[in-house]
């Protein structure tokens, strides 16, 4: 089934202007289930209860209300933070054009494939200069409201704009504690190259499924047509500190799946 577009905006840098599609690059593949009460099956939903008096308040009467620090209510209503929304847009404005490879990967947050939307002249000049020029722009759009910072790249030949996180969401490696412990010896560490070395392949995405997704929906069509099923509590493995011992055994591992 073709994909369908989540929106259409205008790729927009100095005079030039390039109308085009968004398309959602990755999707939700997780199983969903429905709520339903036990005794009828019949599907249930959520409300907002009052704690004390257990009873539903109507969604005309909730606010909203900011927590702050010291434990103080700031209630806001729905206007004053309507007020404060993005102006609606389409464009895809272009800041700035950076090298490629130059944002790390913790920035990163959500693909898009930009498709042309109507004459796909310009589409494909802009696929092909950024491809030839070897840079990403940085761009910000508002979508649905909300607005977003991304960069735009090339990807097998089609535009994509991969959504960034912003600067407060990213945390930086200062605020982590620094690794404590003895270094590796020099036998130690022979082994760990051993078995980086051993595990060195190429990434081939087909190969790392979602097993737990799959076993979920092995379940399932095995209760839709009526077969029993048998749940295995699972083993969690033993851990040794011993890294030596553990190194060993993986090398012996490796070795012996490599063999067959």
């Known amino acids: 089934m073709a994909a369908r577009a989540m929106w259409k905006g205008v ?14 690059a990755v999707e939700d593949r997780n199983v969903h289930f429905r709520l ?5 099956k019949e599907p249930v939903k959520q409300a907002m209860v ?5 009873k539903i308040v109507p969604y005309q009467e909730i606010s909203r209300a900011f927590v702050t620090d010291e434990g103080d209510l700031v209630m806001l209503d729905r206007d004053e933070l309507a007020a404060l929304e993005p102006e609606k847009s389409r464009d895809i404005e272009v800041m700035h054009f950076l090298p490629q490879h130059e944002i790390d990967h913790r920035w990163f947050d959500r693909p898009y494939y930009l498709g042309p939307d109507g004459a796909s002249e310009d589409y494909f000049a802009l696929a092909a200069s950024l491809e030839n020029s070897n840079l990403e722009g ?8 909300k607005e977003y ?3 735009l790249r090339v990807h097998d030949g089609y535009p994509m704009l991969m959504s960034l996180r912003h600067a407060e969401e990213v945390i930086s490696v200062e605020q982590l504690e620094a690794p404590t412990g003895k270094p590796l010896d020099d036998r130690e560490l022979s082994m760990a190259r051993q078995l980086i070395a051993m595990l060195d392949a190429k990434f081939e995405p087909q190969n790392y499924r979602d097993e737990y997704r799959d076993r979920v929906m092995e379940l399932l069509e095995t209760k839709r047509q009526g077969g029993k099923v048998k749940v295995v509590p699972f083993r969690k493995r033993e851990r040794s500190d011993d890294l030596a011992a553990a190194l ?8 012996k799946h490599a063999g067959s």
């Open 11 to 24: 790729v927009r840098f100095g005079d030039i202007r390039v109308p085009v599609k968004l398309y959602a």
């Open 36 to 40: 339903l009460h036990r005794k009828d």
């Open 138 to 145: 940085i761009a910000r759009w508002v979508m649905r409201n």
């Open 50 to 54: 009052n704690p004390d008096t257990e």
């Open 149 to 151: 910072l991304g960069a």
């Open 248 to 255: 060993e055994a993986s090398l012996k591992n490796g070795r």
